[in-house]
């Protein structure tokens, strides 16, 4: 199983940035997908998760409203729409898979998941 994640760069503040997560050797859909990041010195901090229907989302306060977690199954993809970036944002986001029993409480906790992308780099320039 590997999970890549890709889309990361070099974004102005306010701008948007779409990252992309593929999962191969497995079936997403039947996966609970979570986007965490991790900015210098700072521990790894949930951002987003999808349950595998797609149905419901859950999202980190700071970001509500200006990112979207979205997936298609079909394509064993996930993806983390990024808009109207602040500089706190600038980190190196990460997906992760999660087991379908993960239940709603339980998607914000990193131990939860057991399956990790390498992560790619979004910095937020003023």
């Known amino acids: 199983v590997q999970l890549q994640a890709y889309g990361g760069g070099l974004v102005q503040t306010g701008g948007s940035v779409r990252l992309s997560c593929s999962l191969s050797g497995g079936a997403l859909s039947s996966r609970v997908m979570g986007w965490f990041r991790q900015a210098a010195g700072k521990e790894r901090e949930f951002v987003a998760a999808?349950?595998?229907?797609?149905?419901?989302?859950n999202y980190l306060d700071s970001v509500k409203g200006r990112f979207t977690i979205s997936r298609d199954n079909a394509k064993n993809a996930v993806y983390l729409q990024m808009n109207n970036l602040e500089l706190e944002d600038t980190a190196i986001y990460y997906c992760a898979a999660a087991p379908r029993s993960t239940i709603l409480s339980e998607v914000r906790n990193s131990a939860r998941y057991d399956w990790w992308g390498q992560g790619t780099l979004v910095t937020v320039s003023s």
């Open positions: 999808s349950r595998y229907s797609g149905a419901t989302a």
